[in-house]
């Protein structure tokens, strides 16, 4: 295991104000969270879009809060020092305040997060304070939210418009003011993220909005070729572990088909007088 030191809220800022790249990924289940904390990822991001990437849906809407708190706890199992992050799922925030704080808080007690993020700018902005009061920190979420997919016409880059682009910035600017630890921009042009970065008093961090933030996201599926049904275009492919899977998954069908799996190497036996005495015994029952 990795013998870091907790990640904490003012490492993280203290990398920010050294202008040191912040690392984030997203992350849904034990084992790979055991990896990335062995890479030394920083920031862990449980999203709802473990809805598609790990439930099949085709939109993060279906995604409950018992799915969040369930693959949190196994990231957190598999990451003990990397600031794990529980992504509010849809209306788990927007029918109250109430509502948010009690939701946000379960993250924090029965995950064990080290915060929790929402998506939405000035509509969102009484949720976010109200959360941050209650002591959770809070992470804000703008350009493409896909809790408001329907209402932005798809998965499409906002913000290259000039009035768009100015409401993103103030959006910015509002979360920031209601206590917003960070703020992520996704699918936002990259000047526009650099105006934001550059305004902002906190970590930045661009999911595929350019490499003026504060730090860096992608969603684990995408880098490694495991989501079959599209590619982003912001996503690096770092290794096709997807095509790997399933040249292996075809083998073996092939080999079991073939009776050449198993091999010797691959069961347990037992002692010739076991199971000579085993056979007694079946026998006398007979």
């Known amino acids: 295991m990795t013998d870091r030191k907790k990640i904490t809220l003012p490492y ?37 879009s473990l809805g598609m990437t790990m439930l099949g849906y085709e939109t993060t809407l279906p995604v409950t809060m018992e799915d969040m708190i369930r ?5 957190r199992t598999g990451a003990p020092t990397a600031w794990l ?3 509010m799922p849809y209306m788990s925030y927007q029918p109250s305040v109430e509502t ?20 939405g700018g000035r509509e969102m902005a009484d949720r976010m304070a109200a959360i ?18 329907s209402a932005l016409g798809g998965f499409k880059v906002q913000g290259r418009g000039a009035a768009q682009a100015k409401r993103i910035v103030e959006d910015a600017r509002i979360l920031e003011e209601a206590g917003a630890f960070s703020i992520l921009l996704e699918m936002v042009p990259d000047r526009v993220c650099k105006v934001i970065t550059e305004r902002a008093g906190i970590p930045i961090i661009s999911l595929g909005s350019g490499p003026h933030a504060s730090g860096q996201l ?4 995408d880098m490694f070729g495991l989501y079959p049904r599209f590619q982003p275009k912001m996503a690096k492919v770092y290794g096709n572990a997807g095509e790997v899977i399933l040249n292996g998954l075809k ?19 037992m002692k010739d007088e076991a199971y000579d005495e085993l056979l007694k015994l079946l026998e006398a029952e007979d």
């Open 100 to 119: 948010a704080i009690r939701n946000a808080g379960r993250f924090m007690a029965e995950a064990a997060c080290d915060a929790i993020k929402l998506e």
């Open 71 to 75: 693959h949190c706890k196994g990231v």
């Open 12 to 48: 993280l800022y203290k990398k920010y104000q050294d202008g040191e790249p912040i690392v984030m990924l997203t992350c849904y289940d034990y084992p790979t969270a055991y990896l990335q904390e062995q890479a030394g990822v920083e920031m862990i991001l449980v999203g709802d």
């Open 132 to 149: 941050v009061a209650a002591g959770i920190p809070a992470m804000g979420h703008l350009g493409l939210t896909p809790q408001s997919m």
């Open 251 to 269: 083998q073996y069908t092939s080999e079991v088909i073939g009776r050449q799996f198993p091999q010797p190497e691959n069961w347990f036996t």
């Open 85 to 87: 992050i529980g992504d």
């Open 218 to 221: 992608l969603i684990y599926h």
